[in-house]
């Protein structure tokens, strides 16, 4: 595919599905003005303002405008806008620093868009047709799943159980719950989707409580049945381990070695 020097001021940002995160972008122009772009963004041509609409690589660009540059490589792709929004999905599941809230929702739009596309891969699709026999007979009949577990390196049984919570969380949950340790628990968040949408939405307010947020499910259903005295909330010290607790899962195998190394050699603690 031949890569294109597309101005940046020809590329429009539409709904993303993650916002641009400032440190990450601060990180990688950092990279990008020692060693330039190694991977060219994706761009598809549009009927809008500018010519060219972002499909993946929205960090990339920021980190492109933040370096003052003029213009990007890029590819450009076509399809539909389903298929556009696929290929932004897959390309956000292949990366590790998604959290685990953030991956189930991914993963249950990908699912149900491909659904969309091809019935077949529902259970209980019509197995009988001819579209699916001959789908069959010349190797195109795949599950939704396939290129999940090729490009992310996950089994099927974690996909799919991502796949359902994503679709059970309540929109309401999801937003308190974005920046809360919960949010890199496949566990609790299995467990808070087991609600329905208001408990999950009261849970979930207990759970991203600024002053004393609970670590648990179990544990903020029982602050909400005792009314949510403070003595029954976790203290500064709880609180402080369940926000360290949860950056060390958000961080890369490097960021560990290095906090590793700085406790070991940190020569204040007791």
């Not at 060219?40 to 993946?56: A, F, T």
């Not at 920021?62 to 490589?73: C, S, Y």
């Not at 309401?172 to 299995?190: F, I, Q, R």
């Amino acid at each position: 595919m031949e890569v294109h020097q597309i101005p940046l001021s020809d590329i429009e940002v539409r709904d993303r599905l993650r916002p641009a995160t400032a440190e990450y972008v601060d990180g990688l122009a950092g990279d990008m003005d020692k060693r330039g772009l190694r991977s060219p963004i994706e761009v598809s041509e549009c009927d809008g303002e500018k010519p060219y609409i972002l499909v993946s690589g929205l960090h990339r660009l920021m980190a492109a405008r933040q370096l003052g540059w003029d213009v990007i490589p890029a590819f450009i792709v076509s399809g539909t806008d389903k298929e556009l929004r696929l290929d932004e999905l897959l390309e956000n599941l292949q990366r590790n620093e998604l959290t685990r809230l953030e991956r189930c929702l991914f993963v249950a739009e990908y699912r149900r868009l491909i659904q969309e596309r091809r019935p077949e891969t529902r259970r209980g699709g019509d197995r009988k047709s001819g579209e699916f026999h001959q789908s069959a007979a010349d190797g195109t009949l795949t599950s939704w799943w396939d290129d999940l577990a090729v490009r992310s390196e996950r089994s099927r049984r974690t996909i799919m159980r991502e796949a359902s919570v994503g679709e059970k969380l309540d929109p309401a949950a999801v937003s308190k719950l974005s920046g809360s340790p919960v949010a890199d628990n496949l566990g609790e968040l299995e467990v808070l989707s087991k609600f329905d949408g208001n408990k999950q939405a009261q849970i979930a307010d207990v759970l991203a409580a600024t002053n004393a947020p609970v670590p648990t499910v179990g544990a903020a259903i029982r602050a909400m049945e005792k009314g949510g005295s403070s003595e029954e909330l976790p203290g500064p010290d709880d609180v402080a381990y369940n926000k360290l607790l949860w950056h060390w899962r958000s961080a890369s195998a490097s960021v560990r070695r290095r906090f590793i190394v700085h406790v070991l050699e940190d020569k204040d603690l007791p």
